[in-house]
């Protein structure tokens, strides 16, 4: 399927389908519409006289209350319209569609269901940025918490709260922080298509996930989440009204990114620009790609294992409860086999922006696209078979621990080509040490030291030691935000000129990067120490022996929280009063750099044709 | 910086002779080795100095596999950070593009290379990490049938110990040197993860459900056990201390809590 047409997209009248039901909905009526549904819920699922007594009656009314807050809030921004329409056999007018898709509409657009692939990918760095802020902010928290021994700043009830709203927040926000702002702005004007192969599904996916947001926010004013973000039963099934919150979200994010996941991928299968055969599609596109086509298969099981909480809690199914023949190793494994994949449905898009910057800023093809191909394609392959190495310990079947442990050793192989690629790309060239540029050296250290650690994770008797200590923590915040975030932030400092037509402050970013990052290895630094020491993680309190460990990482979270707020301040001022950027200020070779900011409402004015991949660079090329 | 000629320099030899004359090649090896040093030292003499004191067969068999792994992945972590701190020192400064380097697409040699040696490391450390594995199983089953048995009762935010062959209960574990152990563990509520830290070894405490660790203590000295799965409120609390003893003060201990020796 090809929608690529040689018509100009100017001059075209703004569309103003005045007495259209779509001209007056909004993020706002959403909000109205969600809100009665979500009390409506709550009281219809009240206990009565017949049910009352019941320990979880209150849980099936909060569920049911944001579950429907959700399906209001799509009802009132006007989601399903078009599905509806199209029911009774009228589809929206052109006049409607384009109004959707927010042409000529400003500001407002962006609190609209918008179509437009651009309004989108702003929407989700919006989001992800406030998440990231919050996340960050109850980081602090915790190692505020944890600078000296005995817990004397933050009870034990909130302390184990924070850690569980951290980590989901972080996990939401790292899971679209690069398939969201770029994978939806960026990548359908790098492979020279028009707009998404499903626009409205792509609205869908935002809002979807919007309505996650004050459902998870609810937690705190519901007693928090008590069990970590991995939500072990039955500590789950036992955890408060708090809990209803992460099940909810959950429920509602698996949605998200399943519209999401379907979306990219039909895209890049159906909509690359004539001659963009698959060994010139750049290769953020290609990371991205896996990124969310892994995500598609992984994240049915979590929500399966979020249903099967939700029925243990609500209606005593004891899928998990061992007194009536349920077990918590289903839950672990359901959650597992999400949540391994999961990792590289993180990573692979960081470093696949590495990938893309790499070349531009030395000047230099990228370094053997076929092995980048093979990295990405051998970890997304494995990941799938590597869950229950989490589960070592857990006493399920000690037998299957040799397979896993192989299996999961086996990924060094094709993490070692994604590192021979980027290495490949700089060798003999001259690296221009732009911000983009320096995530990238970063990155090959964060990944590195996350790289080892995890082969000692890995290996079954060093887990038995650092199963479930500060050492873990320490690891994977080395691949998730050493590696991945370092990576997304370094796609926006590359991007940001694209998507806002203007230069990120750059004397401010180079502040923020040598904050985070020496603050980053400062106080992760800090965690191996403790965890190799013996603390175990998501403890609100620690003995005496871990005192220095914990006041350095603490020190150096502070430094990466400066270096945060440094890099905050630095986008907001940017994108409103930076320096205008030139169209191509990289002088890149990719087509997202070859149309002008604002970018059209239809990206192209004249449909591109590819000749060769976009990594021509170099002497002979 | 260096020159390129060497490409059209016919013999292999003399190709290997003209690369290692290239300087961006002499720093980057420099580089790598200045890194290697610094990988082996961090694993010979730093992760020893953090982890606890090693008092059981299964604290020794870890400490030499991250020893171990650290040293063997020196080299290749040496490597990687030696090319990258070249590229570094060869950085272009400015606010123009630098000029275009060699326009090298692949070199199927290098790939491969990188990929084999890669896959070996990669061999190395499934096959060290399956011996260890094995000779601890078989240690076990040698050991088991004088092992001392201790059944371990996690559950909100306690541990106890009961040694059903010997008629004690105890909140403390209190164990005998170098006779192997076996810990049977569960739980009464929700998940626990049963680690005596200097021992080595961990295994999740499951209601209804046991779960069995096995080691033997091999020196003398206290021992910090603590829970490492979150179990809620008081998870950081739930730990207590234990003792390795000589027989004959486990002995004394056993009679006067009560208990018989077997």
Not at chain 1, 462 to 468: C, I, K, Q, S
Not at chain 1, 563 to 573: D, E, M, R
Request: net charge neutral; with cysteine; hydrophobic share 50%.
């Amino acid at each position: 399927m090809t929608t690529l047409h040689n018509t100009s997209t100017h001059a075209r009248p703004i569309p103003n389908p005045k007495k259209s039901l779509i001209t007056k909905l909004n993020m706002g009526t959403g909000i109205i519409v969600g809100v009665i549904f979500a009390f409506a819920a709550y009281y219809a699922f009240q206990p009565n006289a017949d049910t009352a007594g019941f320990y979880n009656q209150q849980n099936k009314a909060l569920l049911a209350a944001m579950l429907f807050w959700s399906v209001g809030f799509l009802i009132g921004i006007g989601a399903f319209i078009g599905p509806f329409r199209w029911l009774i056999g009228k589809d929206l007018t052109a006049e409607e569609q384009l109004y959707l898709a927010g042409d000529g509409q400003g500001i407002k657009r962006y609190f609209k269901y918008c179509t437009d692939h651009k309004v989108v990918g702003i929407q989700y760095l919006v989001g992800v940025m406030a998440m990231l802020a919050v996340g960050g902010g109850m980081a602090m928290m915790i190692r505020t918490s944890l600078a000296v021994p005995g817990g004397h700043f933050i009870g034990a009830s909130v302390y184990n709260s924070l850690v569980g709203m951290h980590g989901i927040t972080m996990i939401v926000a790292m899971i679209i922080v690069a398939t969201g702002p770029f994978g939806n702005y960026i990548m359908p004007i790098m492979i020279g298509a028009r707009d998404m192969a499903f626009p409205r599904l792509n609205a869908l996916s935002w809002w979807v996930l919007f309505t996650a947001i004050p459902v998870l926010c609810s937690a705190w004013f519901l007693g928090g989440i008590p069990t970590g973000w991995t939500a072990y039963a039955p500590l789950s099934v036992q955890a408060g009204p708090g809990m209803n919150a992460f099940v909810a979200t959950i429920l509602i994010f698996a949605v998200s990114t399943a519209v999401a996941g379907m979306n990219i991928t039909s895209t890049v299968v159906a909509m690359r620009a004539k001659g963009m055969k698959w060994n010139r599609v750049p290769i953020f596109v290609v990371g991205a790609t896996m990124s969310v086509a892994l995500a598609i298969p992984a994240f049915p099981t979590f929500m399966l294992a979020m249903v099967q909480t939700a029925t243990d809690r609500v209606f005593n199914t004891g899928f998990y409860d061992a007194n009536v023949g349920g077990s918590g190793w289903l839950y672990a494994h359901l959650f597992w086999i999400m949540g391994h994949p999961e990792v590289y449905v993180i990573l692979l898009p960081g470093i696949a922006i590495l990938m893309e910057i790499a070349p531009v800023f030395v000047r230099k093809p990228l370094f053997s696209y076929n092995a980048a191909i093979m990295g990405f394609a051998g970890i997304a392959g494995l990941s799938v078979l590597v869950w229950a190495h989490h589960m070592y310990i857990s006493g399920w079947t000690p037998t299957l621990n040799g397979p896993f442990m192989v299996t999961t050793e086996m990924i060094s192989v094709p993490t070692g080509l994604l590192f021979l690629v980027m290495l490949g790309t700089i060798w003999r060239g001259k690296p221009w040490m732009k911000l983009p540029m320096l995530g990238l050296f970063a990155v090959i250290w964060n990944l590195l030291i996350g790289g080892i650690t995890g082969i000692y994770l890995s290996d079954v008797p060093a887990d038995n030691y650092l199963h479930g200590s500060m050492f873990v923590t320490a690891h994977f915040h080395y691949t998730l935000m050493g590696a991945a975030l370092t990576g997304a932030v370094a796609g926006l400092a590359y991007w940001f000129p694209k998507m806002t037509g203007r230069m990120l402050n750059e004397p401010a970013g180079y502040t923020a990067f040598w904050f985070t990052q020496i603050g980053f290895q400062v106080l992760f630094l800090g965690m191996f120490i403790a965890g190799a020491e013996g603390q175990p993680r998501r403890v609100v309190s620690f003995a005496a022996m871990y005192k220095y460990s914990n006041m350095i990482s603490t020190g150096g979270a502070y430094l990466v929280g400066i270096g945060f707020i440094i890099l905050l301040w630095a986008v907001i001022h940017s994108w409103r009063k930076g320096d205008i950027a030139p169209q191509n200020p990289w002088g890149a070779k990719t087509l997202e750099w070859t149309v002008p900011y604002p970018v059209p409402l239809e990206n192209f004015d004249e449909a591109p044709i590819i000749t060769s991949d976009p990594y021509g660079y170099g002497k002979g090329n | 910086m260096s020159n390129h000629d060497e490409e059209l320099t016919p013999t292999p030899g003399q190709r290997a002779i003209n690369l290692f004359r290239r300087t961006d090649v002499q720093r980057a090896l420099l580089f790598t080795i200045l890194w290697t040093a610094v990988f082996v030292i961090l694993g010979l003499y730093f992760y020893p100095k953090w982890m606890p004191e090693v008092m059981s067969r299964d604290m020794k068999a870890m400490e030499r596999i991250i020893v171990g792994f650290t040293v063997i992945s020196a080299p290749i972590a040496g490597l990687v950070m030696g090319i990258a701190t070249q590229a570094i020192t060869n950085r272009h400064k400015g606010d123009t593009p630098p000029p275009d380097g060699p326009a090298i697409r692949t070199n199927g040699p290098v790939v491969m290379v990188w990929t084999v040696v890669s896959g070996i490391f990669c061999l190395i450390a499934v096959v060290w990490g399956i011996a260890e594995l094995n000779s601890m199983a078989l240690e076990a089953t040698a050991g088991s049938k004088e092992a001392l048995h201790v059944q371990v009762i996690g559950s909100q935010w306690v541990w106890s110990f009961k040694y059903t062959d010997l008629g004690v209960e105890s909140d403390k574990l209190m164990l005998p040197i170098n006779r192997p152990v076996e810990f049977e563990v569960t739980s009464e509520d929700v998940n626990h993860s049963f680690w005596p830290l200097q021992l080595g070894v961990k295994v999740d405490a499951n209601r209804l459900q046991t779960t069995v660790a096995d080691t033997v203590p091999t020196k003398l000295g206290p021992i910090d056990v603590k829970c490492a799965e979150l179990c809620g409120l008081y998870h950081a609390y739930m730990e207590t201390s234990g003792k390795v003893m000589t027989t004959t003060d486990f002995n004394n201990w056993v009679t006067s809590n009560g208990g018989h020796v077997a």
